[in-house]
């Protein structure tokens, strides 16, 4: 079981959010049922009346997990897009554009 996925699922079950978190990550709806069959079966998550909530078990692993895999340095929140960069130009360098290529 991938510990990443069954994080998310515990987060949304705990913050009544949506499962569209799930399915950004690459799952589809079968994976996320499977992983709350799993979850339920495990007693991580209780569903009764309804209703669907974490368990004493449910809120131990979720903070387990949630120390481990947690991103806590915020310089790697946003991955560096490096396709678009480019070559540093010298400051003495003056751009000077084609004239045919500007449309203003």
Known sequence: MNE??????????????DV???IREGLD???ISEITSYAIEKNFI????DTVTLSEMGV???IDLD?????TDKNKWIEKEKESRIVKMDKNF???????????
């Open 4 to 17: 990443k996925h069954l994080y998310t699922l515990l987060s949304v079950v705990k913050n009544n959010g």
């Open 20 to 22: 569209k978190r799930l």
């Open 29 to 31: 709806y079968k994976d």
């Open 46 to 49: 209780i569903y009764k009346n």
């Open 60 to 62: 131990k692993l979720f």
């Open 67 to 71: 120390k481990k895999l947690k991103i």
């Open 94 to 104: 003056i751009f000077l554009p084609n004239q045919n290529e500007l449309h203003f």
